[in-house]
């Protein structure tokens, strides 16, 4: 991200102030988001993303009604984690 670009973005939390709602404040789209239940990960709205500039976009389906089981369930902490077959 460019340097001047962060003087656009705006930090929201609530409640245990874990999570990160990341939004730009001109037009309001939450871009990135540091989950609670992932606090070492960030989510990208990939759709704020430069078209091309992604490899891969992986779409799953989430039950955010039964939030706290499909977090365990999905494991979707693992996906910010760095595989150490592929690191070095």
């Known amino acids: 991200m460019k340097i001047n670009s ?10 245990t102030h874990t999570a990160k709602h990341i ?14 239940s992932n606090p070492d990960g960030v989510a990208v709205a990939f759709r704020c993303v430069d078209r091309g500039t992604l ?9 955010g009604q039964d939030w706290e089981s499909e977090v365990d369930r999905s494991g979707i902490s693992a996906f910010s984690k760095i595989d150490p077959k592929k690191s070095g």
């Open 6 to 15: 962060r003087k656009f973005l705006t930090t929201y939390t609530f409640g």
């Open 23 to 36: 939004f730009c404040n001109v037009c309001g789209i939450t871009s990135f988001y540091i989950p609670r």
């Open 55 to 63: 490899k891969h976009v992986e779409i799953r389906q989430f039950d």
